[in-house]
């Protein structure tokens, strides 16, 4: 009996080592960014940190589709981490409230370009009856960055500076380009087109996979939460005597990577939707804790119920792309459902900023909202899986 080929190959882990090194170094400076701005008189914009670094980011996502199915996966790997590790040197620089806004809206290209040619590079390597093992096993890594970042950032800022904080997030950056230049592109030769104007001219077509409908919708709805977290949860950590803002971060990360650790394999066995529907109700109930009078419990328990949700969401949905798209167009369907990751976070960041406003009495509405939308996506995935079972019959 021929033994069967394992998807954790060399290519496959430099893959995830370079996904944590970048995901640390953009998170690293979350928790610290509200109250930098307003040290520099912006406190009022804090709703625009996440959502013009998603703008940017979702703005990206065509042109990383397209270069991503044209010009390669490791060069526009290599540009998102580029753009990271020159952002991150420059945020000591900038001592004015615009700079910084035009800085996290230039810094938003990162994650614009590299989560989607790194989604496409796993397609590639990995076959289709394992996506969402493969996606839950880079899934830790980059859960495990962004959840260790924020604290490492928090620790950095305290014991040696923000300054110091900003430029060692740029070196996580530059270090996980490094990685990139020991790994061979996937790309078939027949496909790849040198870089000219034209590949930059995006129509419709580049922007929007209409195959993958289904994911494009749950991940809106979904994703407006993890702009609400992200954007509150600063302040809230302040609210209930939290010293390290970065601490709810990690509380989610491990629960996430629980998950994914021993149900890595939960989507390819039993499907992408009824695993949706569990991340769902484990979304509903974290946000739901979040409305209830706020203490260090209702905050703890939240974020392990987000975790959950998002250690079973992430990786299949992602999987649920792939399987959706054309196998020419992976980049544009992994560029299209992460428009809608960016539209979702970023509408999240602005409405909890706006409700919030420095209102402590406030701040519990946007989890609310969260709860909501998150209830809508359940009953959208029974939409979906009647639809199907009835076509099937």
């Not at 400076?29 to 703008?55: K, M, N, V």
């Not at 004015?96 to 614009?112: I, K, N, Y």
């Not at 001219?201 to 992200?230: H, N, Q, R, T």
Request: net charge positive; aromatic share 14%; charged share 10%.
């Amino acid at each position: 009996m021929q033994k069967e080929e394992s998807i954790y190959t060399l290519a496959f882990w430099l893959l995830c080592l370079s996904n944590f090194l970048f995901c640390a170094s953009f998170s690293m400076i979350i928790p610290e960014l509200p109250d930098y701005l307003a040290s520099l008189g912006g406190r009022e914009y804090i709703g625009y940190i996440i959502a013009l670094f998603t703008l940017t980011a979702g703005l990206s996502r065509p042109f990383s589709g397209k270069l991503t199915d044209h010009i390669g996966r490791i060069p526009i790997m290599a540009f998102g981490s580029i753009v990271c590790f020159i952002c991150g040197g420059l945020y000591p620089l900038i001592h004015s409230v615009q700079g910084f806004l035009l800085l996290r809206f230039f810094h938003g290209m990162s994650t614009g370009t590299k989560p989607t040619a790194t989604a496409a590079y796993v397609a590639d390597i990995i076959p289709e009856s394992k996506r969402g093992e493969a996606q839950g096993g880079l899934g830790i890594f980059t859960a495990t960055g962004m959840s260790i970042g924020p604290v490492i950032g928090s620790f950095l800022a305290k014991e040696l500076g923000l300054r110091e904080m900003f430029w060692i997030s740029s070196l996580f950056a530059l270090l996980s380009i490094l990685i990139l230049t020991r790994m061979k592109e996937t790309l078939p030769h027949s496909r790849k087109k040198p870089m000219s104007i034209s590949l930059l001219k995006i129509g419709w077509k580049d922007v929007f996979e209409p195959k993958i409908i289904p994911v494009f919708w749950i991940m809106i709805l979904i994703s407006f939460s993890y702009g609400v977290i992200v954007t509150l949860v600063p302040d809230i950590s302040k609210m209930i005597g939290w010293h390290n803002k970065g601490l709810y971060f990690s509380i989610f990360t491990i629960s996430s990577i629980g998950v994914r650790v021993f149900f890595a394999k939960s989507s390819d066995q039993y499907g992408r939707i009824p695993v949706l529907l569990i991340s769902s109700f484990f979304l509903i109930a974290s946000m739901f804790l979040m409305v209830l009078p706020l203490s260090s419990m209702t905050v703890i328990l939240s974020g392990i119920f987000f975790g959950i949700s998002w250690g079973f969401n992430s990786p299949t949905l992602t999987a649920w792309t792939t399987d959706l798209a054309s196998p020419t167009h992976i980049g544009r369907a992994m560029a299209t459902m992460y428009i809608a990751l960016e539209a979702g976070i970023g509408m999240g960041a602005l409405l909890a900023g706006a409700f919030y406003n420095g209102l402590a009495s406030q701040i519990q509405i946007p989890f609310l909202l969260s709860g909501i939308f998150a209830l809508i996506s359940s009953l959208l995935l029974v939409y979906y899986r009647h639809n199907w079972l009835k076509n099937d019959l």
